[in-house]
């Protein structure tokens, strides 16, 4: 009997099983469909997310976008980066509501491979939060998170050496932050809004970075960075940006003799500021990056002011002389190279700062204490200036507390204020908030600084 070789028993077999795979796929392939390989959001989202789907296969876009829906009904807009789809609303979703998202089957790919059947999913929009680092009074901090409804906070995220600085991104899904590393150097990470899934995006090398800031639009990174000498000492302070797609980083300037720290985009994306840290120039450096202009605000307060919600004008603190005495006072810049540049109050008798803008343009929160140091003594109260009306509001009247970090939450209903007691031996900081609706101020929590909004 005539034996079969064994490279012709091994070729059989495989023209046997790759016949069976082709006819599995003519007879199955259609069931198959295209997968569908990542969704988003899940869970918990913010007013500001953005609604995605990730294809395996490039598809007939059109397609898609005609299957797809959200319930209850949202405005928006869909864009494409590859093969996901993003939808982007025209308005904040709903704190509390729950949505139903909904990709009805028969959208297809390029090949004319079509979805199988309806894929769809929910999430619920989370109430306001409020993040913070916490213990004030310790050197190693960590990033704490708390409600506003009077749930009590919990920490978010703690790394063994501390958190310097941090900064939610616009739609609230991940949280950039500066920590210290083992060798008492710095790298900034990512964490998801939940504390989890931590990322390092810039490794700081030999150097020491700090204040990190969001660009609207979230793709970019600008961060302040600080040079180490050979032997140790400190060096300037320059601004640098990370391009959170690509991975890359880069100083904003190429000329490494411009200095600065404390970035801070404008709300429309168009302009960075930060504060020029060259002794010869104290001014708050606002880069155009549309019209490709620099101008210097001049103070030497050392710090950048609040834009406006168009980004083009800026309330920042100066130094105005009352007799032979200097005091701080708080004027308006309207940002472009023949911008007007006014005090915001001509009447003296007072020290302005910590200025902020809310976002719908109509306040500016600020501190101040009277130079004959009535209505609050020796410690700084916080104040409104109605934009539209020109007027100003007292919100505290209250000697036994200062003011200092003012922050608005994005519908501008809500004060964030770190307040310092006076009248204790540790001045521990506490947080309190400022309803602009019912006018209620409490404290929400002690021990905290550097309170800012979780979207």
């Given at each position: 009997m005539m034996k079969t070789d064994p490279f012709d028993r091994v070729a059989i077999i495989s023209a046997t099983v790759l016949a069976l795979v082709i006819a599995i796929v003519i007879l199955f392939g259609d069931q198959v469909g295209v997968p569908i390989v990542d969704y988003g959001p899940v869970g918990e989202a913010s007013q500001n997310s953005s609604i995605s789907l990730t294809f395996a296969q490039p598809m007939a876009r059109e397609t898609a976008e005609e299957r797809f829906s959200i319930s209850p009904n949202v405005e928006g807009e869909i864009t494409w980066a590859g093969n996901t789809l993003i939808f982007q609303p025209v308005e904040r979703l709903t704190k509390?509501?729950?949505?139903?998202?909904?990709?009805?089957?028969?959208?297809?790919?390029?090949?004319?491979?079509?979805?199988?059947?309806?894929?769809?999913?929910?999430?619920?929009?989370?109430?306001?939060?409020?993040?913070?680092?916490?213990?004030?009074?310790?050197?190693?901090?960590?990033?704490?998170?708390?409600?506003?409804?009077?749930?009590?906070?919990?920490?978010?995220?703690?790394?063994?050496?501390?958190?310097?600085?941090?900064?939610?991104?616009?739609?609230?899904?991940?949280?950039?932050?500066?920590?210290?590393?083992?060798?008492?150097?710095?790298?900034?990470?990512?964490?998801?809004?939940?504390?989890?899934?931590?990322?390092?995006?810039?490794?700081?090398?030999?150097?020491?970075?700090?204040?990190?800031?969001?660009?609207?639009?979230?793709?970019?990174?600008?961060?302040?960075?600080?040079?180490?000498?050979?032997?140790?000492?400190?060096?300037?302070?320059?601004?640098?940006?990370?391009?959170?797609?690509?991975?890359?980083?880069?100083?904003?300037?190429?000329?490494?003799?411009?200095?600065?720290?404390?970035?801070?985009?404008?709300?429309?994306?168009?302009?960075?500021?930060?504060?020029?840290?060259n002794p010869a120039t104290q001014a708050i450096k606002v880069l155009d990056r549309d019209e490709l202009f620099v101008m210097d605000i001049p103070t030497p307060m050392g710090k950048v002011g609040s834009f406006d919600p168009d980004g083009e004008r800026m309330v920042y603190t100066a130094i105005k002389q009352v007799g032979r005495q200097y005091y701080p006072e708080l004027r308006l810049a309207e940002l472009s190279p023949d911008g007007e540049n006014i005090a915001l109050f001509e009447d003296g008798g007072h020290e302005d700062q910590f200025a902020v803008w809310s976002p719908d343009g109509e306040w500016i929160a600020f501190g101040r204490r009277r130079l004959d140091r009535q209505q609050g003594g020796n410690a700084i109260q916080i104040l409104l200036y109605d934009v539209?009306?020109?007027?100003?509001?007292?919100?505290?009247?209250?000697?036994?507390?200062?003011?200092?970090?003012?922050?608005?939450?994005?519908?501008?209903?809500?004060?964030?204020?770190?307040?310092?007691?006076?009248?204790?031996?540790?001045?521990?900081?506490?947080?309190?908030?400022?309803?602009?609706?019912?006018?209620?101020?409490?404290?929400?929590?002690?021990?905290g600084i550097a309170a800012q909004w979780l979207p």
């Open positions: 509390g509501e729950t949505y139903q998202v909904t990709l009805e089957e028969g959208a297809t790919n390029q090949s004319g491979r079509a979805t199988i059947q309806d894929f769809s999913w929910t999430f619920e929009v989370r109430e306001s939060q409020v993040l913070y680092l916490g213990p004030a009074d310790t050197f190693i901090k960590g990033l704490w998170v708390m409600p506003i409804d009077g749930g009590e906070p919990r920490p978010l995220y703690q790394p063994d050496y501390g958190v310097i600085h941090f900064a939610p991104s616009p739609d609230g899904s991940q949280i950039a932050m500066t920590v210290f590393t083992e060798d008492q150097l710095t790298e900034i990470l990512l964490i998801d809004a939940d504390g989890s899934n931590p990322q390092q995006v810039v490794d700081c090398g030999d150097a020491l970075c700090g204040v990190v800031d969001w660009s609207p639009n979230g793709d970019l990174l600008a961060y302040e960075k600080q040079d180490i000498g050979i032997s140790g000492q400190l060096g300037n302070y320059r601004i640098w940006l990370a391009d959170l797609e690509t991975g890359d980083t880069a100083p904003i300037f190429s000329d490494n003799q411009v200095l600065g720290y404390g970035p801070q985009w404008s709300p429309d994306g168009d302009r960075i500021a930060f504060f020029d840290s539209l009306n020109d007027e100003v509001i007292r919100l505290t009247e209250d000697a036994q507390y200062n003011a200092t970090e003012l922050t608005w939450d994005e519908t501008s209903r809500y004060l964030l204020a770190t307040r310092y007691r006076l009248e204790t031996n540790s001045a521990t900081s506490e947080l309190w908030l400022y309803d602009m609706e019912d006018g209620s101020f409490e404290r929400l929590t002690e021990n």
